[in-house]
């Protein structure tokens, strides 16, 4: 099982890495974070297709949209 690191503990261990190393690991990261939110926006369309398909999406106007966020 693997070892769950403290962010401090990683923070630390990326201070130890070579400063292209580094670079390295903040494109991967980025890519990760990038690739996690496609799949979370894959994840709200397809569930947003499924309430319109089982009827649960009203039609609405611009105004009574942002009154709802408002509220």
């Known amino acids: 099982m693997a070892k769950v690191l403290q962010f401090g503990e990683v923070l630390e261990a990326a201070d130890c890495l070579s400063h292209e190393e580094q670079e ?10 990038a690739q996690a939110a496609r799949q ?3 994840a709200e369309i397809t569930e947003s297709r499924q309430e319109f398909v089982e009827g649960r999406c009203v039609p609405t106007t611009p105004v009574e949209l942002m009154r709802e966020i408002m509220k």
């Open 24 to 33: 390295e690991l903040i494109n991967i990261l980025h890519r990760r974070l």
């Open 40 to 42: 979370r926006l894959v």
